[in-house]
Nanobody
Framework: QVQLVESGGGLVQAGGSLRLSCTAS????????MGWFRQAPGKEREFVAA????????SYADSVKGRFTISRNVPKTTVYLQMNSLNPEDTAVYYC?????????????????WGQGTRVTVSS
């Protein structure tokens, strides 16, 4: 069982920045792909960004490309999501996730573990 602990959410004005963090509870998570999903009120959970275990390949949703950057530390059990140029459409609960592969983490049914979520609110 892997626990994912997120932090970094909050309230920010449009155009501002936030950095989310997610730390996995076991060293074996260093071999997983890690990523972020988000769920806005009344909407389905959607993929945001992911990074492979080696931290040499990333993937982003079109809606965040060029604004968000995902990275992970050494020993690769913590993943970060740097969010710049935030707009009100980015308001959502952001969930950390792990999966076996970078390809697998793009789909909800490919996720093995979820964090509890951290709320991001962007005011206009």
């Amino acid at each position: 069982q892997v626990q994912l602990v997120e932090s970094g959410g909050g309230l920010v004005q449009a155009g501002g920045s936030l950095r989310l963090s997610c730390t996995a509870s076991i060293p074996a998570a260093a071999t997983y792909a890690m990523g972020w999903f988000r769920q806005a009120p009344g909407k389905e959970r959607e993929f945001v960004a992911a990074i492979n275990w080696a931290a040499d390949s990333t993937s982003y949703a079109d809606s965040v490309k060029g604004r968000f950057t995902i990275s992970r530390n050494v020993p690769k059990t913590t993943v970060y999501l740097q969010m710049n140029s935030l707009n009100p459409e980015d308001t959502a609960v952001y969930y950390c996730a792990t999966a076996a592969t970078l390809r697998g983490i793009h789909q909800i049914n490919g996720v093995h573990y979820w964090g509890q979520g951290t709320r991001v609110t962007v005011s206009s």
